[in-house]
């Protein structure tokens, strides 16, 4: 039997960035990967081809849009561009097109651009989202090096106090109470008390909404601050499709000597005298390594492959206790004939560039909310649609497109006996409807769509409730916090196990943050740590 100096489970992007930083320092790495494709949540795959479409069309079943690892580092220390990763920028970041008459605000990464726009659609606002970006900007790149090493409270006010060295008072003379109310202060209320435009607090708010907690979860409110950030990284996707990224990483392990297998899920982690020594697939076949990282989910990883009779009680029921939450999204990812004529902006030539902000009002997303706490689909869901075919013909070499549509308040938990498999195609209606809605010329469209309830994506992605962040973003559950103090060093009870996915501090999307700092915790215990974020 060959051992291994570290075998990742799952090739989910968190546990292929640990794979990749162990390897670029000399480990030997083995990823292992339960389903027949790599990639986790960051992954595309070919469907709906015919004989008028004999390429098919080229979906992304997780992740799509890339923002946070590309204020990481991560990308160019990888140097994953050789690997065959090429980004295509998307700008507008994202656009907002009016619901009711013309109009459309585009958030570029040039600030100086996105005022402009603001301007003709939001002019009372153009100041407001200046001082936001401004205010929130600093406190961001504080919490960025924070998000970029393991957390405590302390590693939190030591960069916020770096930064106040470095660039001044974060605060205005005047104003540190106030400003620390809006750190502390939930995103909905920020965004109210920031913009006047309705149009202006929906396209905040939407975008916002994306990280999970609700509008009036206290200390959330850097969730719409995190707006600050996308003027310095931008929005990216990779040319292809998302799961180029997950690939680049595969071929970059491989080249260092590593290897990512699929269809090799893992039934239990093998144990002994409290030392994790290897893992054991279901198909029976054992592998042995001195370092055993997990990028599962946490209660998937404790509970089941773990297991009870390796923790003792209280451990057991802290990791049983975490808070999932109730679902979160569902998304359609549709073929179809053309792209959307908004009638907002029907001629606009950038809108399609980035994501679409589909939310008519905040109001709107409240009724939403409002359906989703009484365990209901929405009966209007909000939606963040997004046409990449329109940058990266590659996704739909036949001449079409492809329209990816997700939607958020969705409970994995139903109300009145109500069974996902028995509602899905109804509810993915109903997001695709709101696309008619904005853009009559879709009615009719669809050549065909991949539905993924939140069910759905809790049996493709191993993501338990169909949570896309592992487990809720509130502020208990954030930090020192996350997924409980006792884990959150991304060390576990267990010796030589380790957890590096999404469940970990600082949370789910594109980000490899969780990834890349188990890495750094495995070198430092094993004295091999030559990298570090700056």
Not at 343 to 357: R, S
Not at 391 to 410: E, M, R
């Amino acid at each position: 039997m060959k051992k291994y100096d570290a075998i990742i489970i799952g090739s989910g992007h968190n546990g292929l960035v640990t794979a990749c930083y162990l390897a670029k320092n000399g480990y030997q790495v083995l990823v292992l990967e339960r389903d027949t494709t790599i990639g986790g949540a960051v992954r595309t795959e070919t469907m709906f081809q015919s004989e008028e479409n004999p390429n098919g069309f080229r979906m992304d079943v997780g992740s799509s849009v890339h923002i946070m690892i590309h204020q990481t580092g991560i990308i160019e220390e990888l140097e994953l561009e050789k690997y065959g990763l090429e980004y295509i920028d998307m700008d507008p970041i994202m656009s907002y097109p009016v619901p009711t008459g013309k109009g459309v605000i585009h958030f570029w990464k040039d600030v100086d651009r996105t005022l402009e726009s603001i301007s003709k659609v939001a002019p009372e606002d153009v100041k407001n989202y200046q001082e936001f970006i401004e205010f929130w900007g600093k406190i961001n790149k504080s919490v960025l090096k924070a998000f970029m090493t393991k957390p405590s409270a302390g590693n939190i006010f030591a960069e916020m106090t770096k930064a106040q060295i470095r660039d001044g008072s974060m605060f205005k003379k005047g104003e540190q109470q106030s400003g620390l109310q809006k750190i502390l202060s939930s995103y909905g209320k920020v965004v109210d008390d920031a913009f006047d435009s309705p149009y202006m607090k929906a396209a905040i708010l939407w975008f916002a909404a994306q990280s999970g907690p609700l509008p009036d979860h206290s200390a959330t409110g850097d969730f719409a601050g995190w707006q600050s950030m996308l003027h310095e990284s931008g929005a990216k996707h990779p040319k292809g499709g998302s799961g180029m990224l997950t690939q680049a990483m595969k071929n970059m392990i491989e080249a260092h000597g590593g290897k990512v297998i699929a269809d090799h899920p893992i039934s239990k982690i093998l144990i002994e005298n409290g030392i994790a020594i290897g893992v054991q697939t279901e198909h029976g076949e054992e592998f042995r390594a001195k370092t055993i990282v997990s990028n599962a989910h946490v209660q998937t990883t404790m509970m089941k492959m773990v297991g009870r009779e390796h923790l003792d009680d209280s451990m057991f029921t802290k990791v049983e206790n975490i808070n999932v939450g109730n679902g979160f999204g569902m998304v359609i990812r549709c073929a179809v004939d053309e792209l959307p004529q908004y009638t907002a902006a029907p001629d606009d030539p950038d809108i399609h560039n980035g994501i679409q902000l589909l939310a008519p009002s905040v109001q709107y997303m409240n009724n939403a909310i409002g359906d989703y706490t009484k365990k209901l689909s929405p009966e209007k869901p909000a939606v963040l649609c997004m046409t990449f075919s329109k940058i990266d013909p590659d996704v739909a070499k036949d001449g079409k497109h492809t329209l990816f549509a997700w939607a958020q308040w969705h409970p994995y938990e139903l109300a009145n006996g109500l069974k996902w498999d028995d509602i899905r195609e109804r509810e993915a209606q109903k997001i695709y409807d709101v696309v008619v809605d904005y853009a009559p010329n879709m009615k009719d469209k669809l050549i065909d769509w991949y539905i993924q309830s939140p069910l759905d994506i809790e049996r493709k992605h191993g993501l338990l409730k169909g949570n896309v962040m592992h487990v809720e973003m509130s502020f208990d559950q954030m930090f020192m916090f996350r997924p409980i103090p006792e884990m959150s060093q991304y060390e576990t009870p267990i010796k030589n196990l380790y957890l590096a996915s999404a469940s970990c501090h600082p949370g789910g999307g594109v980000f490899g943050a969780a990834g890349y700092n188990a890495a750094q915790v495995i070198l430092k215990n094993n004295k091999k740590r030559i990298f570090s974020f700056s």
